[in-house]
């Protein structure tokens, strides 16, 4: 990738704001909340998604005041912007460590402060998309998606879920999906990373109007077939995919085949600082697998929760960079091929 192509506007609307924190920064966080810092350097080593939790789980466990979570985010921000991002939809996920409800609010807060500030220091646009887990107690998560509602419009756009897919059920979720939805945060769910369509199938029924990642559905042509007949956006994650064993190096990539098939799919780097790599990487890998960056920040476009003062000056930014785009990216019948 050229310098030019590096700083060429993009659009990232899957990362995790507590992977983002590069060793450095994170033992600085460490020190500053009087823990130890992890005894973990890149390349990190790890087997499968459940593994990689694991991991994620000892490294982000010093993020714990709000003050943590400011420098994590003007950190991202202005790294991100370097690599040419003009919108990011940051993931944050309501941990017990914080402090329950009130600490929760307080980290949002400072979340929602930090995204304006990033604003003004490095023209980046900022969406917080707050999340609970699969496995984490419910009445904690329903009270997480009310503290959520509490900041919409205020930077907070989106609410999500993650966690360890195909070990831990969704159905008991769905009552603090339908907190936040009924106070006007859309659901943007991990799913279809670790188990399969039907996990797809499961959170769109729930009111899904993104997913993030979502590459199994290549196992279902019907899904896929119905993911680009709704328009649904899916947020591929290329090297994690790669890394957690979803994807394979002896096939195509799912990226490869579910664009082909006429699925939007934007491109984003997950948890950068434990990958170790960059939003230019990752824009670069797509490009590679077929997906070049006017057709990723297209399809980020499309999903992103943004107001429409944002959406209209993102569509000038990739008209001026890119010219115009296809609605949707030419389809072939490759689905199955994976």
Not at 23 to 43: C, H, K, M, Y
Request: aromatic share 6%.
């Amino acid at each position: 990738m050229t310098p030019a192509q590096r700083r060429q506007p993009k659009i990232e609307l899957h990362v995790h704001l507590e992977g983002t924190v590069r060793p450095e920064l994170l033992a600085a966080i460490a020190g500053d909340g009087g823990a130890a810092p992890p005894d973990l350097r890149p390349p990190y080593a790890f087997g499968d998604l459940y593994d990689f939790i694991a991991l994620w789980n000892t490294l982000t466990n010093c993020l714990r005041m709000p003050e943590h979570y400011r420098r994590a985010l003007l950190a991202y921000a202005g790294e991100a912007a370097g690599h040419g991002a003009v919108y990011l939809e940051l993931i944050l996920d309501a941990e017990d460590r914080l402090g329950g409800a009130h600490g929760w609010a307080d980290v949002l807060a400072a979340c929602c402060d930090a995204a304006a500030e990033a604003r003004d220091r490095f023209d980046v646009e900022i969406g917080l998309t707050p999340q609970v887990f699969r496995g984490q107690d419910v009445d904690l998560a329903e009270e997480a998606a009310r503290v959520a509602v509490r900041f919409a419009g205020r930077g907070v756009v989106g609410f999500g879920l993650s966690g360890a897919e195909g070990r831990a059920p969704t159905e008991p979720y769905a009552r603090a999906v339908g907190i936040a939805r009924g106070g006007g945060l859309p659901f943007v769910p991990h799913a279809g990373e670790a188990a399969g369509p039907e996990a797809v199938r499961e959170v769109l029924a729930m009111g899904a109007v993104r997913v993030r990642h979502g590459v199994r559905a290549v196992d279902a042509p019907d899904l896929v077939a119905e993911l680009v007949e709704r328009g649904v956006v899916l947020d591929v994650t290329p090297t994690s995919n790669l890394r957690l064993g979803v994807a394979r190096p002896d096939r195509p990539h799912p990226l490869t085949v579910l664009t082909a098939a006429g699925v939007r799919c934007s491109v984003s780097t997950d948890d950068p600082a434990i990958f170790d790599i960059t939003l230019a990487d990752e824009y670069a890998l797509a490009a590679r697998l077929g997906v070049d960056p006017a057709t990723a920040y297209a399809a980020g476009l499309a999903g992103a929760l943004c107001d429409e003062a944002t959406r209209a000056r993102l569509v000038e930014i990739g008209l001026r960079t890119y010219g115009p785009w296809p609605e949707r990216p030419a389809t072939r019948s490759v689905v199955g091929a994976h």
